[in-house]
C-alpha cells in the first residue's frame, strides 16, 4: 500500500470547521459517482439535474449525484438481469468469498466511511462506526452460513421408495433495495449482502441525503471481487426512482415511512412480486418495580438517543413503576445531562447532529406542542446552534398525555416522554398502544418474568436488560416489525431465504402415479383407500 493510499485509509481526526473531510477530493467523488447507472445509449432521454445534499455540520453542499430518470432505472435492471444469470452459476463458496474480501476491506478503511457517514448524516463517529461493525457481522455471518441457509432439502415424496422429492432454494433474479438516510451503510448495505449470495442481482436506489456512502461501498466491493454490473445504483427523487426500482425488480426490500411502505406494498402486490418492508415506529420501554436502576437510566439514554434519535428501533416512551419512578427519572436525567452534544470527526462527542432542517423542525414542533399543552421539559428541550445548525439537546419530557403529538406519532429525533404505571398489566398495555410494533425493552432483575412480559408485547423484537441493540446485533435471529412497522424480516435465515423461490423437483421412479392403463379405475380406488387406512393405523405421516 502507498502511502498517500496509506493516510486516505486512515485519516487523522479532524474537527467540523471544515465539514467535507480533507482527502474527499473531487477526483475521487467522480469516481464514485461514475458507479450511478446512467443510460447514455438513450439519446432522446431528458436531461435530470444532480441533486445536491447539504452537511449537517455547517449546511454547506456535500456534492452533487448524477440523478437518474425511469428509463435509467430500466437500463441498471436490464443489465443486471444479464449479470445475475451467470453469477447464479457461481458456486456459493465463490461469492462469499467475495463478501469475505469486502470484509476485510471494510475494516482497514474503515476511516474512510467514517468520515463520509459523518459528513453527509452528522452523527456522532461512535455511532457510524456502528454501522462498521454492523456490516462485518453481517458480511461474515452470511459468508459462512449461507450453504447451510440455502441448502437442498430432501423431503418425502407421495410414494415412499416411488417418488424422489427435494426442495430446492433459487434465487428471485432481481432485488430492488431502497433504503434511508440515518443508516446509509448498514440499511443500504446489509440488506444487499443476503441478495446477492443468494444469487441475485441488486439494484439499490441511493438516497439524496447519503449517496457518497454507498458509491463509496459500491467501489469497495468492486476492488474486492464484485462484477461490476452485478450490483446497480440508482440516485434521484424517491417518488420518481425509487416508483421505477419497485416496477422493475423482482423482490423489493424497503426501508422508511410507514406511508412510503404502503404504497410500495400495493405497487408490489400489483406486480405479483413479494416486499419485505421496515417500517416505523414508537417503541416502549418498561422499568419495573425490581430493576437495575442505574443499568436501566444508563440503558434508556442509549436507546433513546444513539444517533440523536434517528433510528427506526430507538426507543420514545418509558413506562416506569410508581415506586421507583421518582429515582428512576432521576437518574436518568442526570446521565442524560452529562451526554456530549457535538459534531466533529472524532470520539468527543457523545450525540451528533439532526441530519436537515426539516428534521430539527419536525423534533422542535413536537417538543414545543408539548410544552404549549403542558408537558414538563426534565432535560434539553432546545436547539443548539451555537454547536452547530442542526444540533438539538437530547429531551427528556414529563407528563405527556393524548392530545399531545409526541404521545402516539414517531419523533425520529432525541426525544423521550416518561409515564408512571402500577401494574405489570398496566404497562403492558400502554406499551401496545398504537398501530406500531417494531421493538420493545423490559428492565428487570427476574428475567423469568420479564421473558413473559414479553411474550405479550406486539413487537417484532423485545430485549431485556437491554434497550435495541442486544436483538437488532443477534444477526441469526431475524429482525423486523408487526402491523404499522412492515412485513418480513431481515437477519437470520428469513433475512435470506426471502431473497429465493421454493422450487419443488419431484422424480417418480417405476411409473406414473394412477392406475395402469389396464387396470379399471374402481380398482386402484379401493386399493390406494385401503393403502390410506393402513398408514393411519401404522402412524404413517
Same mark, same amino acid.
Given at each position: ?104 476491506? =471494510?475494516? @482497514? ?8 457517514? @459523518?459528513?453527509?448524516?452528522?452523527? +456522532? ?7 462498521? +461493525? ?18 437442498? *432439502?430432501?423431503?418425502? /415424496? #407421495? ?6 422429492? *427435494? ?20 440499511? /443500504? ?5 443476503? +441478495? ?12 439524496? @441525503? ?31 426512482? /425509487? ?18 411502505? &404502503?404504497?410500495?406494498?400495493? &405497487?408490489?402486490?400489483? &406486480? ?14 418498561? %422499568? *419495573? ?21 434517528? #433510528? ?7 413506562? %416506569? ?11 436518568? %436525567? ?6 456530549? =452534544? ?17 428534521? =430539527? ?42 392530545? #399531545?403529538? !409526541? ?50 408485547? &406486539? ?23 408487526? /402491523? ?22 419431484? !422424480? ?22 385401503? @393403502? ?10
Amino acid at each position: 500500500m502507498s502511502t498517500e493510499q496509506e493516510k486516505i485509509d486512515a485519516p487523522p481526526p479532524r474537527t467540523a470547521a471544515s465539514p467535507r473531510p480533507a482527502w474527499v477530493t473531487d477526483e475521487l467523488i467522480g469516481q464514485w459517482c461514475a458507479w450511478v447507472h446512467r443510460d447514455e445509449t438513450r439519446p432522446e432521454r431528458g436531461a435530470v439535474a444532480p441533486a445536491t445534499a447539504v452537511a449537517p455540520y455547517d449546511l454547506s453542499p456535500i456534492a452533487p449525484v448524477p440523478a437518474c430518470a425511469p428509463e435509467d432505472v430500466e437500463s441498471a435492471a436490464a443489465a443486471a438481469r444479464a449479470a445475475q444469470r451467470e453469477w447464479a452459476r457461481t458456486p456459493i463458496a465463490r461469492r462469499a468469498d467475495i463478501v469475505l474480501a469486502f470484509h476485510d476491506l =471494510l475494516l @482497514q478503511r474503515q476511516g474512510q466511511v467514517l468520515d463520509l457517514i @459523518q459528513w453527509e448524516t452528522g452523527k +456522532a463517529r461512535y455511532h457510524a462506526w456502528q454501522e462498521v +461493525a454492523q456490516i462485518a457481522a453481517i458480511a461474515r455471518h452470511y459468508a459462512r452460513r449461507t450453504v447451510k441457509y440455502l441448502a437442498t *432439502r430432501h423431503v418425502r /415424496g #407421495m410414494v415412499p421408495g416411488l417418488t424422489k422429492v *427435494r426442495e430446492l432454494r433459487v434465487p428471485k433474479g432481481v432485488v430492488g433495495v431502497v433504503s434511508p438516510w440515518n443508516y446509509p451503510l448498514y440499511l /443500504g448495505v446489509g440488506d444487499v449482502i443476503p +441478495a446477492l449470495l443468494a444469487g441475485n442481482a441488486v439494484v439499490s436506489k441511493a438516497d439524496s @441525503q447519503a449517496a457518497l456512502t454507498m458509491l463509496w461501498t459500491r467501489a469497495l466491493l468492486a476492488e474486492a471481487g464484485l462484477p461490476a454490473d452485478l450490483w446497480q445504483i440508482v440516485a434521484g427523487d424517491g417518488a420518481v426512482v /425509487g416508483t421505477a426500482v419497485v416496477d422493475t425488480v423482482d423482490f423489493v426490500c424497503f426501508t422508511g415511512s410507514t406511508a412510503t411502505g &404502503r404504497t410500495v406494498a400495493e &405497487r408490489a402486490a400489483r &406486480r405479483l412480486i413479494g416486499s419485505s418492508l421496515e417500517l416505523g415506529g414508537k417503541n416502549p420501554l418498561i %422499568v *419495573r418495580a425490581d430493576a437495575d436502576i442505574a443499568a436501566a437510566a444508563a440503558g434508556t439514554v442509549v436507546a433513546a438517543f444513539a444517533n440523536t434519535g434517528q #433510528m427506526c428501533i430507538h426507543i420514545e416512551r418509558a413506562y %416506569v413503576h410508581e415506586k421507583v419512578y421518582d429515582a428512576f427519572r432521576d437518574e436518568f %436525567v442526570r446521565a442524560t445531562k452529562a451526554l456530549r =452534544l457535538g459534531q466533529s470527526y472524532d470520539y468527543s462527542a457523545d450525540i451528533g447532529s439532526l441530519v436537515s432542517p426539516a428534521q =430539527l423542525a419536525a423534533v422542535e414542533a413536537h417538543v414545543d406542542d408539548a410544552v404549549a399543552k403542558g408537558a414538563t421539559v426534565l432535560a434539553g428541550g432546545r436547539a443548539r446552534p451555537d454547536i452547530g445548525p442542526l444540533c438539538y439537546e437530547p429531551t427528556i419530557l414529563e407528563g405527556v398525555t393524548s392530545e #399531545m403529538a !409526541v404521545c402516539a406519532v414517531e419523533t425520529f429525533g432525541p426525544v423521550i416522554s416518561l409515564y408512571p404505571y402500577a401494574t405489570d398489566s398496566e404497562a403492558l398495555r400502554l406499551a401496545n398502544q398504537g398501530a406500531y410494533g417494531l421493538s420493545a425493552s423490559i428492565w428487570s432483575k427476574n428475567t423469568r418474568e420479564a421473558e413473559r412480559m414479553a411474550g405479550l408485547i &406486539r413487537s417484532g423484537s423485545v430485549n431485556i436488560n437491554d434497550g435495541a441493540a442486544a436483538a437488532a446485533g443477534s444477526i441469526e435471529a431475524g429482525m423486523g416489525g408487526m /402491523g404499522d412497522s412492515g412485513l418480513g424480516r431481515r437477519h437470520g435465515a428469513e433475512g435470506i431465504l426471502k431473497y429465493t423461490e421454493s422450487q419443488t423437483v419431484a !422424480v417418480q421412479r417405476i411409473r406414473p402415479l394412477g392406475p395402469s392403463p389396464k387396470q379399471p379405475v374402481e380398482s386402484f380406488v379401493r386399493r390406494t383407500n385401503g @393403502q390410506l387406512a393402513l398408514m393411519r393405523r401404522l402412524g404413517v405421516r
